[in-house]
């Protein structure tokens, strides 16, 4: 069941209720919302919802917690990593949105049209003393080059302003790409007209633009905030605007939300709204469906590429989901065959496909490993802490190029001071396909009944297996043979359905079997 604890776009409800149970809990008291989450396996929340330890505790079958929206400062994300929940949000919903309330402001205040309004409205009609400023020719300084700044910078570029951008984690390259100047924090507070924030809230931006900052800044600047409330100091703001050394400013975010009391709100020089940033349709309409799009895909087991606990390192787009799924596969072979676990896992990413996303498989393989290996619920989040629990260390490795095939994932280690490996790949009309085992390449379609048999490569061995099968009412549905480093053969069998009590010890009895073992992928 998933919980829907604040309102969220009709669409995203009825994608839900397609495919799980949904409770509305949008009317609930915290403590009613505690007492229905007993059954949860998904709680989706907005900004107002406080997602605490007891809550995430007060739901034992819980996988997924998400946020209809960008930020997380409401949920606590190490509770729920610890709990072994994922944590999944709305990254792009609102950019757009977010980027022209910023432009807003931005004209808002440099044109005062608060003002002006207040003042025609209250029977004035004061053309002289409502003199704005052109942002044409000024310089805009940006804190923060992610997706909304960027989105600034366009925009602000349009309106022919020049654009320096303070980012430490983007490279000079982009900046330049986009039409902006790289520059420090200590640059841009130097020479910015007008500054823009697009910064998270993190122990590092908290109260980022305090006293010391605002004197250094040139002046007249004038400040807009639609980012996170606390990152600027509002009653030293305040007194800066008083005492003329900045020349106003406009906000959407406060330090405490919701909030009617800030020092900005007494000066006519601030432009103020109530945390509007993604209150437009379209936004709301997006973050619901993306949501509820990845709290599905989560229930589903899948790795959600919008999960904020997770290190997933590059992109995971459509075209390398597949490998995901692969490597989860690939890691419960590789644990069910060899009989335990590594000490230490090496996984190796090789292709152009799949270099870039080496974490991302890396989980999977944990995640597929620790499936096999324990009684304990296993999920991307916790697959990391779990491994380590176990004692197994895991090495990453990307390689630009793979033989033989456009891309392999190859998973290998010790278990009980004996050399394991396994290698796969996606093949579009087969998709996950086992390539090898132990040094013996073999290439069969990995499906959710298979069988891999070790045995003397000798005439006869194969047809007696397939018989012992298709006499237990066993159907075969892909079959590949190989040769190993040890003149020995193995084969591998894709089978339509389970293996029946008592068949596997058959098979293993058989003349010329030397090991079989059934793997059945959850």
Not at 214 to 233: E, F, Y
Not at 430 to 445: A, M, N, R, T
Request: proline share 4%.
């Amino acid at each position: 069941m998933v919980v829907i604890a604040e309102a969220v776009a009709d669409a995203a409800v009825a994608a839900l209720s397609e495919r799980v149970d949904v409770d509305v809990a949008t009317q609930c008291s915290p403590a009613e919302l505690l007492e229905r989450m007993g059954a949860a396996s998904g709680l989706i929340v907005r900004s107002a919802t406080q997602v605490d330890a007891a809550l995430i505790d007060a739901a034992p079958g819980l996988q997924v917690i998400g946020r209809a929206g960008v930020g997380v400062d409401n949920i606590d994300v190490a509770a729920a990593t610890a709990a072994g929940v994922m944590v999944v949000n709305a990254p792009d919903a609102n950019t757009v949105s977010a980027a022209e309330h910023t432009m807003a402001l931005l004209l808002a205040q440099a044109r005062r049209i608060a003002e002006a309004d207040a003042s025609l409205r209250a029977g004035a009609w004061d053309r002289k003393r409502l003199k704005g400023v052109e942002l044409s020719g000024k310089t805009l300084g940006i804190l923060g080059l992610g997706r909304i700044g960027t989105l600034v910078a366009m925009r602000a570029s349009a309106f022919g302003m020049r654009i320096v951008a303070y980012d430490p984690y983007v490279s000079d390259e982009r900046v330049r790409a986009i039409g902006a100047s790289s520059a420090s924090l200590d640059e841009v507070f130097a020479h910015a007209d007008f500054i823009t924030i697009h910064l998270p809230r993190t122990a590092d931006t908290l109260g980022l633009i305090d006293a010391g900052a605002i004197a250094s800044m040139k002046p007249g600047v004038r400040i807009v905030n639609v980012a996170r409330g606390g990152l600027v100091d509002e009653a030293a703001l305040a007194d800066a605007i008083r005492r003329g050394h900045v020349g106003g400013a406009a906000f959407d975010v406060f330090a405490k939300e919701p909030t009617t009391e800030s020092p900005l709100f007494e000066l006519p020089e601030v432009v103020v709204t109530p945390h509007l940033g993604a209150s437009t349709q379209e936004a709301q309409d997006k973050a619901g469906l993306a949501v509820a799009r990845a709290v599905l895909a989560a229930l589903d087991g899948e790795l959600v590429p919008s999960a904020v606990n997770l290190s997933l390192g590059g992109r995971i787009d459509d075209a390398a989901r597949p490998y995901v799924r692969l490597t989860e596969g690939l890691g419960q072979v590789f644990t069910s065959f060899a009989h335990g676990l590594p000490g230490e896992l090496a996984v190796s990413a090789r292709g152009r496909d799949v270099e870039e996303m080496v974490p991302a498989v890396a989980l999977a393989a944990m995640k597929g490993m620790l499936l096999e290996a324990t009684d304990e619920p296993v999920s991307y989040v916790n697959a990391p802490v779990l491994a380590a629990r176990h004692g197994m260390k895991v090495l990453e490795e990307s390689v630009p190029e793979a033989e033989d095939y456009r891309a392999v994932i190859h998973l290998s280690g010790k278990v009980e001071g004996v050399d394991r490996e396994i290698a796969g790949t996606v093949m579009a009309h087969k998709g996950p396909v086992l390539v090898s085992v132990d040094g013996y390449e073999i290439e069969f379609p990995m499906t959710r009944h298979m069988l891999l048999v070790r045995n003397a490569d000798t005439p006869g061995v194969i047809g007696r297996v397939g018989t012992a099968l298709g006499d237990a009412g066993v159907n075969i549905s892909d079959m590949a043979v190989g040769r190993g480093p040890d003149d020995g053969a193995m084969m591998g069998i894709s089978m339509d359905q389970e293996v029946p009590p008592g068949l596997l010890d058959r098979i293993r009895a058989l003349e010329g079997v030397l090991a079989a073992r059934y793997i059945q992928l959850r």
